[in-house]
């Protein structure tokens, strides 16, 4: 159904309606209120697909566990909310595994640029034990690591210059973009080898960062640029896809021990199928919020294969870099996966 809140512009594309909230109802272990707090905003699937994720469990245990969902930074950013579930302070979090490289650091392959070539590979990869075993290697970290979903391909905007090649990034006779990253080393690598100065920067943070010219641009899915309002300070779009992250559901394991096992299998479950949803609903919102940017005024460049060829060119030093600190049979092991799908 679609929701219309009486604005100017459509709040979500036509959007499947969340599965049926399936089985048993799980027998009495007392009661929990989990706190899941995440960095975007309550438009975007990230969000709506959490709340999911809280009808599940408070069907399947008669209100016995409640989840509330705090968006838009308002518990911290994501390195924060992680430290957070560490020491037990917050429940649950939903980072970029972007941001949670310092945990476990294979999943920087996720962070290489121009490694997953379409969606479907992208969620055969996520699926993949490859996957589940980055899932399970946050094993003493203080967090248990439920599931993976979608953040999704990352694009270009700014609000200094259309941008069609790394040239217009690096600057000719302009200086470089000064574009926000999110706080990862293989993302300052890529905007680096592109000619920009790239900025680490708390995604709650951004909206004023741009707004007052401290950075000229950021990257981000087009449903993320659209749900956070970026638009309005940002005038220039390239579908670069040069990265494609994924979105990791993870608790405090200092919470997830307090749960009788019968509710972490429960929690497990919900967090599973409420990816499932997240998916679903990302892809719905990614082609329409391109074009609702559009129609808001944002200049979108789309770049043909040539121009994506260049892009795929400058951030080889990246791969030269980082292939070995990753790990180079992990990156393989990832591109037989997506190969296997195309
Ligand atoms: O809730 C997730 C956000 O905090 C963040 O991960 C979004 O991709 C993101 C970014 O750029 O920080």
Do not use: C
């Not at 209120?33 to 905003?41: E, K």
């Not at 438009?43 to 599940?56: A, H, K, L, V």
């Not at 680096?192 to 981000?220: C, H, I, K, R, W």
């Amino acid at each position: 159904a679609t929701l219309s809140l009486g604005m100017a512009h459509a709040q979500s594309p036509e959007l499947s309606d969340p599965p049926a909230i399936e089985g048993e109802v799980v027998a009495d272990h007392g009661s929990h209120t989990i706190r899941m707090g995440i960095g975007l905003s309550e438009t975007s699937p990230q969000y709506i697909s959490s709340r999911y994720f809280g009808d599940i469990l408070e069907q399947r245990t008669d209100g016995r566990i409640t989840v509330n969902v705090f968006p838009n930074s308002q518990l911290g950013d994501d390195v924060q909310m992680m430290e957070m579930l560490q020491t037990g302070t917050l429940d649950m979090t939903y980072p970029s595994s972007s941001a949670a490289t310092t945990y476990v650091s294979e999943l920087a392959a996720f962070d290489l640029p121009f490694l997953l070539p379409s969606r479907e590979a992208a969620i055969a990869v996520m699926h993949s034990e490859v996957a589940q075993g980055m899932l399970d290697a946050f094993e003493d970290t203080g967090i248990k690591a439920l599931t993976f979903s979608e953040n999704g391909y990352r694009q270009l905007s700014n609000s200094a210059r259309p941008v069609t090649s790394p040239q217009d990034v690096a600057g000719l006779d302009v200086r470089g973009l000064t574009v926000r990253t999110m706080e990862n080393p293989v993302h300052l690598a890529i905007w680096e080898a592109l000619g920009a100065n790239p900025t680490p920067m708390a995604f709650g943070e951004l909206f004023s960062a741009m707004e007052q010219g401290v950075v000229d641009g950021q990257e981000n899915p087009w449903s993320t640029i659209l749900t956070s309002n970026f638009n309005e300070v940002q005038d220039y779009g390239t579908e670069t896809r040069h990265v494609y992250t994924p979105f990791i559901m993870m608790m405090s394991e200092r919470t997830w021990n307090r749960l009788d096992p019968a509710y972490q299998a429960l929690v497990q479950e919900a967090a599973r199928q409420s990816a499932e949803y997240e998916i679903q609903l990302s892809a719905e919102y990614d082609d329409w919020s391109r074009s609702q940017l559009e129609e808001r005024g944002m200049q979108i460049t789309r770049l043909d294969d040539e121009q994506i060829a260049a892009f795929q060119e400058a951030v080889q030093p990246v791969y030269e870099e980082w292939s070995p600190r990753i790990g180079e049979d992990l990156i393989a092991e990832i591109q037989a996966i997506a190969n296997a799908v195309q």
